[in-house]
């Protein structure tokens, strides 16, 4: 696979307006583990390939159990999360594939129960921030297999 697109040297402003973002998800207040289960989850339902690496890799360095990683795929047949993860996940699924139903009221009255409203809107914005990460990566053919753990931290340095 060849890449397409370097967006850090042909268009600056892409990477900086998704950082922008990034950074605001950051400091939301919602558990570093959740978002990058989530971010994982939206990942592996869009196929990207270099974004299922990165937050594998995350996850793994936070000291996330393989179990729960293997499992993902099928966690809602998984004992390994719990309600809010269980929640978060299906909103994920829900937003992600939102021509599938358009996140019906019977999942938001659920995930209602686990999160609050301001939560639940930064979750939201994490599940569009990853969407466009994984649309942008796609669309790029960002290789996959190059991500270090320590990337993250730096570019959360200079975001």
């Known amino acids: 696979m060849e890449p397409r697109i370097n967006y850090a040297k042909v268009a600056r402003g892409v990477h900086e307006?998704?950082?922008?973002?990034?950074?605001?998800?950051?400091?939301?207040?919602?558990?570093?583990?959740?978002?990058?289960?989530?971010?994982l989850r939206a990942s592996q339902i869009n196929g990207c390939a270099y974004c299922i690496d990165m937050h594998w890799k995350d996850l793994r360095a936070a000291g996330e159990e393989e179990q729960r990683l293997y499992g993902l795929d099928a966690w809602e047949e998984s004992p390994y999360y719990s309600d809010r993860e269980r929640a978060a996940l299906a909103w994920t699924e829900a937003v992600t594939s939102i021509r599938e139903g358009h996140?019906?009221?019977?999942?938001?009255?659920?995930?209602?129960r686990v999160f609050t409203e301001k939560e639940l809107a930064d979750l939201t914005l994490a599940i569009v921030l990853i969407n466009g990460w994984n649309r942008?990566?796609?669309?790029?053919?960002?290789?996959p297999g190059t991500y270090r753990v320590d990337q993250t931290r730096e570019l959360k340095k200079s975001a």
Not at 21 to 32: A, D, H, P, T
Not at 136 to 143: D, G, P, W, Y
């Open 17 to 39: 307006a998704m950082f922008g973002l990034g950074r605001y998800v950051r400091q939301c207040g919602l558990e570093e583990s959740l978002l990058n289960l989530v971010c």
């Open 103 to 112: 996140v019906p009221d019977t999942l938001y009255e659920q995930v209602r």
């Open 136 to 143: 942008l990566n796609i669309a790029a053919r960002t290789v």
